[in-house]
């Protein structure tokens, strides 16, 4: 087997590498402790459910919830199919009417059209140019007739931050549950369920340093129960709500990898925030500050994500000639399209500003050395194309 070229990694939105101590936490339970945690009668079994439980109590933590209201998922994705589809089916006969917001990740947005093909009713509420629902909007868009709002807590491609207390404050006013895919958001900054009055939150691990393959979702169970029907059926695991048997090993890689994050959440924040402010600058100072725009919120965002557009190239065309460096144009979800972010599009923006998108995830494994290099390897590429340009059109 060829051994893999060394990069530097700046695509921690899309996925992040799992950290060796959470390996560490999960590698006894591929080998040495195997059994089915939902076989308790015998000791093998017993064991891994206990290690299921502790791995539930440190997710509950993470997130200020209580250990029962976790379920565990295979990632955010069915996290937000349960919760949509979950929510409709139970709630049927209270409405038919579910708001979201158009920025939405696609795991979100897709169900949402697939529930409109099944008859329910949809609102997709629009977002200013830093990608925020207007409060007073979403409490117009609430009828007798809406059972749940799902709006994300920080966006996937361009980090801005939802002010997710305030709308499920309004969604409460009116007796509506609110949700939110967090996915971007656990482990890089503070979430409380409590604090904020969530009642269904998606999270995956593989967004902080966990394997792929495993997430949760919170449910909330008093002020008030929230109730979902299942999407997957069978032996009825996880109170009913996510039948199949438990991955014992990303559970516990997943319970390890929050409580590092939670641990170490303010320090990664602090040096997160410095290199992306580092790279924006540094972007801007040899570009041009014409040149070099950002997309989303300036302050209300995730502190490791950048999206900057970039005028005069397309930005697909810089990500495959920087060698030996890894950025995006975009979700990870939607990249092998051609079409522009429906993100950057939503906040106002045209095409060409869409396409001239990259988006750059600094995160733990990262030096200073690293963000130096990136930073000169990305003006160089951008210089390149732009020679290969008669215009340089400004961003739109």
């Known amino acids: 087997m060829t051994e893999p070229r060394p990069i530097i990694y700046l695509d921690h939105n899309a996925t992040t590498p799992v950290d060796p101590r959470v390996l560490a936490a999960m590698l006894p339970y591929f080998s040495e402790v195997y059994g089915n945690a939902a076989s308790i009668d015998h000791e093998a079994g017993h064991v891994a459910n206990q290690a299921v439980e502790r791995a539930r109590e440190q997710c509950a933590r993470a997130i200020g919830a209580r250990p029962e209201e976790i379920v565990f998922t295979s990632g955010a994705t069915e996290s937000d ?37 099944l008859g329910k009713r949809v609102t997709y509420l ?57 996915a971007q958001a656990v482990g890089h900054v503070p979430v409380e369920v409590e604090a904020m009055q969530i009642d269904l939150l998606s999270f995956s691990a593989h967004k902080l340093y966990g394997p792929k393959g495993i997430g949760g979702l919170y ?35 997943m319970g390890m990898a929050l409580e590092l994050a939670t641990k170490e959440m303010a320090a990664e924040a602090r040096r997160y925030r410095a290199w992306t402010s ?10 041009g ?67 001239s998108a990259i988006r750059l995830g600094v995160g733990r494994g990262n030096t200073h050395v690293e963000i130096d290099t990136a930073c000169a390897t990305i003006v160089a590429g951008v210089r390149r194309i732009q020679k290969l340009s008669a215009t340089q059109p400004a961003i739109g």
């Open 219 to 253: 449910v909330r169970r008093r002020g008030p129960r929230v109730k979902v029907a299942p999407v997957i059926y069978g032996g009825g695991h996880e109170r009913g709500m996510r039948s199949g048997t438990l991955n014992v090993p990303g559970i516990v890689g």
């Open 81 to 117: 199919n349960i919760a949509l589809f979950g929510v409709a089916e139970r709630y049927a006969a209270k409405g038919d009417h579910i708001i979201t917001c158009v920025t939405e990740h696609k795991a979100v947005l897709d169900c949402c059209q697939r529930l409109e093909q």
């Open 278 to 287: 580092q790279i924006y600058e540094r972007l801007q100072a040899e570009l």
């Open 289 to 355: 500050t014409q040149n070099v725009a950002l997309n989303g919120h300036p302050s209300q965002r995730l502190p490791h994500n950048l999206n900057v557009s970039l005028a005069g190239i397309e930005s697909k065309s810089l990500v495959v000639q920087l060698k030996g460096i890894a950025i995006s144009t975009g979700s990870a979800c939607t990249s092998a399209t051609v079409e522009p972010s429906h993100v950057i599009l939503a906040l106002g923006y045209g095409e060409q500003r869409a396409h």
């Open 126 to 182: 629009p977002v200013d140019q830093y990608g925020l629902v207007d409060l007073e909007a979403v409490r117009k868009a609430i009828t007798p007739r809406t059972v749940l709002i799902s709006i994300m807590f920080a966006n996937n491609e361009i980090g801005t931050i939802a002010p997710v207390k305030e709308i499920a404050a309004i969604a409460h006013e009116h007796s509506v549950l609110f949700h939110t895919d967090a």
